[in-house]
T-cell receptor, first 116, second 111 residues
Framework: DTEVTQTPKHLVMGMTNKKSLKCEQH?????MYWYKQKAKKPPELMFV???????INESVPSRFSPECPNSSLLNLHLHALQPEDSALYLC???????????????FGPGTRLTVL | QKEVEQNSGPLSVPEGAIASLNCTYS??????FFWYRQYSGKSPELIMS????GDKEDGRFTAQLNKASQYVSLLIRDSQPSDSATYLC???????????FGQGTELSVKP
């Protein structure tokens, strides 16, 4: 199985809602990532988990809260978002983040988030 | 100065031609180089990885790396309309797993 799955595919939420995005991989990868992508822009790294520990937080606002319950799962909890947070949220995984091919990142299909 | 730069698109080529996509990077410590293809409304798909100087071929795709010139390219031979997509160059210094993406080049292959 070489797939990263994400749920839901689409999410519409109000600014006062709390919701969660989910990501799962069964490739035995030990590094997982959250990215945000706006239209016509490249993916922008938000968080990196390595061996289930948060290793990079790219100064993301606290209204985004990541969680890694186990080596296969990654969640992104959302609370009090702003309309400008509307974007495609991508999860990715890699074997780890050592050199070369171990850092090949495979993306899930993404969750398209709209904040009203 | 942008860390990873790609030639601005859109790049339009006729079907059957060679499409050439270019990328330069500023960090001399960069070790790993990736090309992703992203169709409109979809997520990025890894199509090529290259780690050492020279050429790497996979089917119709050839990646070329020149670390001295800090340059990486992707050639697509016999371009097909299905190759029409945005191609993202990504570079890593192998520290922490962070990929630095270029802005992407939009490729259009005309039948």
């Amino acid at each position: 199985d070489t797939e990263v799955t994400q749920t839901p595919k689409h999410l519409v939420m109000g600014m006062t809602n709390k919701k969660s995005l989910k990501c799962e991989q069964h490739m035995g990868h030990r590094a997982m990532y959250w990215y945000k992508q706006k239209a016509k822009k490249p993916p922008e790294l938000m968080f990196v988990y390595s061996y289930e520990k948060l290793s990079i937080n790219e100064s993301v606002p606290s209204r985004f809260s990541p969680e890694c319950p186990n080596s296969s799962l990654l969640n992104l909890h959302l609370h009090a978002l702003q309309p400008e947070d509307s974007a495609l949220y991508l999860c990715a995984s890699s074997q780890d983040h050592a050199s070369g091919m171990y850092n090949e990142q495979f993306f899930g299909p993404g969750t398209r988030l709209t904040v009203l | 100065q942008k860390e990873v730069e790609q030639n601005s698109g859109p790049l339009s080529v006729p079907e059957g031609a060679i499409a050439s996509l270019n990328c330069t990077y500023s960090d001399r410590g960069s070790q790993s180089f990736f090309w992703y293809r992203q169709y409109s409304g979809k997520s990025p798909e890894l199509i090529m990885s290259i780690y050492s100087n020279g050429d790497k071929e996979d089917g119709r795709f050839t990646a070329q790396l020149n670390k001295a010139s800090q340059y990486v390219s992707l050639l697509i031979r016999d371009s097909q309309p299905s190759d029409s997509a945005t191609y993202l160059c990504a570079v890593s210094n192998n520290q922490g797993g962070k990929l630095i993406f270029g802005q992407g080049t939009e490729l259009s292959v005309k039948p």
